[in-house]
């Protein structure tokens, strides 16, 4: 009799844990299935748009005659021809799929720390608004004709083991931070300025300056979280759509002409909507390389309005905690950064608000936030195997 007992509360046990790993192993493949099905989309959307190697050839030889004789009757000649021959950059960052593996081992370490988010994921995790397919098409065409212009004039680095890293990170955190799957892509840039930035559709870009500045996973996390916000909030695309609508009209005869020689193509009703969603009636008489070129001006010159930065700094910040990440990290990056004497060697300085603010409002973040915010990890092996690379090139 004591025999059947132990054997049926042996059962019940294997029972429950059969039911538990089941549980645990359909949360998982649903998950994989979702990542899966987002970046079938995203691949879908560029993928259709790509030349072949001969084609692609014959476009810089068309553009960059273009450039010589039409240079006089076209003011976008050589920003056509910049953008249009860097298009292989943007097709070898889009190809750059994050490793599935190297997410899992950093999600992995995370999770054995003990520190990564509450019992409630959701209740840390940040709310991004769902986009339409049109509405995600016009982010994507837009961002990566701004890729291209900004691949033009700043190579990437060769190291693919360092790509690879930064792009499993970026898709870890976006895992494990937010509420809806949204695909990124980055690419490391070969510049000792430290900067990082992002355009519209998942395109992001930091320097080697900016890895090399960092002490910590948990740092280089915050600088990513910090622009997966830019993109998931669609920061970028609300400033251009405020500037796009104080614009005054245009009434010159030139500039009417000008401007209907411009316009979207009145046949394009696709293309006309996405642009009216994204920049308002007033945006549809923009190009894409106008609109392009605006978004870049903004980004790399102008800066991001006030609000949009340190709303990227507080929710990036909710992003890196809730994946596991020490949130006080940050704050020691942008006081380190403060303390910085080489101030040409920093170009967020001259785009994002003063250092003193942006710590000053972190601070008081992660003070009145959950203890587990300043007790989380701070790099995992991945970080230092790399850091050694960036550090020794």
Known sequence: MGRHKFSSKYLRLVGVNFICIALTSHALAAEKAAQSATEKIYESLFSGQRKSDAQQKRSRSNTSVMGIRGLGSD????????????????????DRTPDADLIDRIKGQLKNQGVATDSNPANNTMDIDSLTREELRGEIELGRK?????????????????????????????????????????????????????????????TQGALRATQSEAQLAAILGHEIVHV????????????????????????????????????????????????????????????????????????LEQEFELEADAL?????SASGYNANRFVELLAK????????????????PAYSLRIEKLVVLVSSSSPKQSTGLDSTSLYSEMQKEWQNP
Not at 316 to 320: L, N
Not at 337 to 351: G, I
Request: glycine content about 6%.
């Open 75 to 94: 003011s976008e000649a050589q920003e056509k021809f910049l953008s249009n021959a860097n298009m292989r950059a943007v097709y070898e960052m889009e």
């Open 146 to 206: 701004m890729a291209a212009q900004i691949l033009g004039f700043n190579e990437p680095i060769a190291n693919e083991k360092i790509q690879g890293y930064v792009n499993a990170l970026t898709g870890a955190l976006a895992q494990l931070g937010l509420k809806t799957e949204r695909p990124f892509r980055v690419s490391v840039l070969n510049s000792e300025q430290i900067n990082a930035f992002a355009c519209p559709g998942g395109y992001i870009f930091i």
């Open 232 to 303: 998931s909030k669609r920061h970028l695309l609300s400033s251009m759509k405020n500037k796009v609508a104080k614009k005054p009209p245009q009434k010159t005869e030139e500039n009417i002409h000008q401007k209907n020689r411009r316009r979207v193509k009145p046949d394009d009703k696709a293309t006309s909507a996405q642009w009216a969603q994204i920049l308002g009636p007033k945006g549809v008489g923009l190009t894409l390389l106008q609109a392009s070129s605006e978004a870049i001006e903004t980004l790399l010159s102008k800066g």
């Open 316 to 320: 990036g910040s909710r992003i890196t």
């Open 337 to 352: 950064m403060q303390s910085r004497k080489e101030a040409s060697a920093d170009r967020t300085s001259t785009t994002h």
